[in-house]
């Protein structure tokens, strides 16, 4: 038996610091927006209780969140059955865009279905919190204004929007800007109407920092500036992806004419609802 779900991305269309915890984590305030851009999971029963990933990636399976998401639902439920799970990446890595705490999310719930665990989603979410912090937002599968380390969720609809995804060739080290004396920490608090009311006031907090330790970032957002753009490009996430709000995939094409070597971007279109067991795929 195997069920195919899609994992999505998300971007943070703005992310505020407000401090350093004491426990070494920030609280922040951010809205996620999901969006279209896809990985693929698909899952095959196991009887016995070995955890088997296949990817194309080069780091060991046991250090990628699907792996470890698995086995942490296992010991939770005390299952004895197993799983095959095979990757199909769409979501660049380290671009702030989610894809690994997606992929633990949607095999958090693609499992609890297999094995029949029937855990509810706030108990997934907890599971899930304790591998990133972006975890329960996928879990939940819906856009959402977030506080706290990003767990404290409430749903929200923003508005429909395409987006250019502009991702660099390079990989942010999230712990090094997490971590730098230079990060902001110290953005005011506000609430989901001062966003909505005024989202040019807000911003990204990692950005100016990021720009400065990663030159392919800044020179990314420099190339950006000869469009003389109505809607400021921003970043997501502690990643090295920009995104750009455009009203037409039509407007994607100065940009992908005019694109360097180095740079990949994607379309990509927001949704706020992406529950993976609604497009679950069983395969016999």
């Not at 705490?101 to 029937?118: D, G, M, P, R, V």
Request: charged content about 20%; proline content about 6%; overall charge positive.
């Amino acid at each position: 038996m195997k069920i195919t779900l899609f994992s999505p991305a998300k971007l943070n269309l703005f992310l505020h610091i407000l401090k350093r915890r004491k426990d070494g984590y920030h609280d922040l305030q951010t809205a996620f927006q999901l969006i279209d851009l896809k990985d693929t999971l698909t899952f095959e029963l196991r009887k016995d209780a070995q955890i088997h990933l296949h990817t194309d990636l080069t780091f060991p399976a046991k250090e990628n969140l699907i792996w470890q998401a698995a086995k942490s639902l296992q010991q939770h439920a005390q299952v004895s059955l197993g799983v095959n799970i095979q990757l199909e990446k769409k979501i660049p890595m380290g671009a702030g865009l989610g894809g690994g705490s997606s992929n633990a999310a949607t095999t958090l719930i693609a499992l609890n279905h297999l094995w029949k665990t029937h855990l509810s989603l706030e108990t997934l979410a907890k599971l899930g919190q304790a591998l990133g912090a972006d975890v329960p937002l996928f879990v939940k599968g819906k856009s959402s204004w977030a506080e706290g380390i990003g767990e404290l969720l409430t749903p929200m609809s923003w508005p429909e929007s395409w987006y250019l995804l502009l991702i660099p060739a390079c990989h942010v080290k999230t712990a090094e800007v997490f971590s730098h004396p230079n990060l902001i920490r110290n953005s005011p608090r506000i609430n989901a109407t001062d966003f909505l009311s005024h989202p040019e006031k807000t911003r990204n907090d990692f950005e100016p920092l990021v720009r400065r330790l990663y030159p392919l970032i800044d020179q990314t957002f420099l190339w950006l500036d000869s469009f003389h753009l109505s809607v400021k490009p921003r970043l997501t996430g502690s990643g090295c992806a920009i995104f750009v709000k455009i009203q037409h995939p039509d407007e994607a094409i100065p940009f992908l004419a005019q694109k360097p070597a180095n740079l990949e971007i994607i379309l990509a279109k927001s949704s706020n609802s992406s529950c993976p067991l609604n497009n679950l795929k069983w395969l016999f």
